[in-house]
């Protein structure tokens, strides 16, 4: 509580703590296509957003700044409470689990999983002495 000139008391408000809005995702891509992960944080402040890749621990971005030198890798955000980690021309080794991380003291975080799938390859072949035919 703390005294307003007239010696009342008026409660301080607390600042919000930052909050997810939605679950991050699953996603199953097939090979060479694009995807996104959405992050919806509430509440930010001064805190930071950042993506990681969870299985190699590796930071991808922080913020709106990519850290990852990955060209297949983007982030974009809405300027209010949206960020969302792009991955184009999905490849095999993009599947792993996908960390939305906000550096509160302890830290919160989501995690969304991608699944890369590998379209089969399809052979058509002619026997010797045969025509190909539509």
């Not at 490849?91 to 003291?105: I, L, P």
Request: charged content about 15%; aromatic content about 6%; proline content about 4%.
């Amino acid at each position: 509580m703390s005294q307003t000139v007239d010696g009342s008391e008026m409660p301080i408000q607390a600042e919000l703590e930052p909050e997810f809005l939605q679950a991050l995702e699953n996603h199953t891509v097939t090979q060479g296509r694009d995807v996104h992960f959405t992050c919806v944080v509430n509440h930010l402040s001064n805190y930071r957003v950042a993506w990681i890749k969870s299985d190699s621990k590796a930071i991808l971005a922080i913020h709106t700044n990519m850290v990852a030198l990955n060209p297949r890798l983007s982030v974009t955000y809405n300027n209010h409470n949206t960020w969302k980690l792009h991955v184009s021309n999905v490849q095999a080794n993009d599947s792993g689990t996908y960390m939305c991380q906000v550096n509160t003291d302890p830290m919160k975080s989501q995690m969304g999983h991608l699944s890369v799938v590998i379209p089969p390859d399809i052979v058509d072949t002619v026997t010797e002495g045969s025509s190909a035919q539509n």
